[in-house]
């Protein structure tokens, strides 16, 4: 009989702390579509203070955040941006910045580490001479951590040179900052400076931080203006809001100080993994919150079935791709979930190599 619930899906998946709900249950409100709601009001003057940027504002996700910042940059259809093949923006939002801006991607190889060659970057700039058939380039995006990668974290020096080049050809740079904390822990560097070359920042207020709804877009006042409108056309445009923003806060105050934490579980569980037969897990390779594995050729069970068999233990995985599974640390995980985690996956791989499942 299953005693515990252990939910490594995502960073996602935490429920608001009881802190979080009184935070919540005593809010002040106002209608934020007329810019009253005072907690959001300090929720997004907190941000634009935290990531060094003039204005900041609550949108209801991070897709949202990602797509209202490309179509502010990129305003005229046909527009082109740049960014990573294995990026979120291009492969988890549903082609968004095409289907609704009229975007055009322009993908540029992400290479293991999360970052692209900054030659391929530039390489990838349209000839602006050339305007009667190529789409004009106006933005680059980076993605920090970058999830797809593992977690992966770009360093300041790496984000400041990616701003050097966008400055040099008069473009945009966005940051798809979803755990931007996560990197900014995991590299011992404030958020401020690790966006500082940025035009616009996208952080996730429900992921790393663990807050139950939303994320938050900083840039420049004018940045920010002309978002809250497209905001409102997207449908984005929320009533008493301040009720979400409550726990933000709540997370910001509480949560940003375990996520070291949160990258310790994670490595423990890399080096775990790695040690039990037909696994194998790149420990050097988590740097954050993030950890894949592989299940080895011949080991005689699918992520699928696995992922099934820890069900059954109360642990929740996500396997991505038929031998890949991804896990997630938050700071709803302990560290003696992490050794019953291991613990089960151990069992569930011993049982296989004799047979038993």
Known sequence: MVTRTIDLRSDTVTKPTETMRLAMAKAEVDDDVLIYDPTARHLETEMARITGKEAAL??????????????????????????????????YENGGISTIGGVHPRPVKNNEDGTMDINLIESAIRNPDFEIC???????????????????????????????????????????????????????????????????????????????????????????????????????GMRQVGILCAAALVALQENVGKLG?????????????????????DVASVETNIVYFEILEGSNITALK??????????????????????????????????YTLSCIKQAMTGVENGGN
């Open 58 to 91: 609550f949108v209801p996700s991070g897709t949202m955040g990602n797509l209202i910042s490309v179509l502010v940059h990129c305003e005229i259809r046909g527009s082109e941006v740049i960014l990573g093949n294995n990026s979120h923006i291009h492969i």
């Open 134 to 236: 190529y789409p004009k380039t106006r933005l680059i995006c980076l993605e920090n951590s970058h999830a797809n990668s593992g977690g992966r974290v770009l360093s300041v020096d790496y984000t400041d040179q990616v701003g050097e080049l966008a400055k040099k050809h008069n473009l945009k740079l966005h940051i798809d900052g979803a755990r931007i904390f996560n990197a900014s822990v995991a590299l011992g560097v404030p958020v401020h400076r690790l966006v500082q070359a940025a035009d616009s920042v996208s952080v996730c207020l429900s992921k790393g931080l663990g807050a139950p709804v939303g994320s938050v877009i900083v840039g420049t006042k004018s940045f920010i203006d002309r978002a809250r409108i497209l905001r409102k056309t997207l449908g984005g």
């Open 261 to 281: 934490n949160d990258h310790k579980n994670a490595k423990t569980l890399a080096e775990g993994l790695n040690k039990i037969k037909g696994l194998k897990a």
């Open 306 to 339: 696995l992922g099934k068999i820890m069900e059954e233990h109360g642990i929740l995985l996500m396997p991505d791709s038929s031998s890949r599974v991804r896990i997630v640390i938050h700071h709803q995980v302990s560290a003696s979930d992490v050794q």
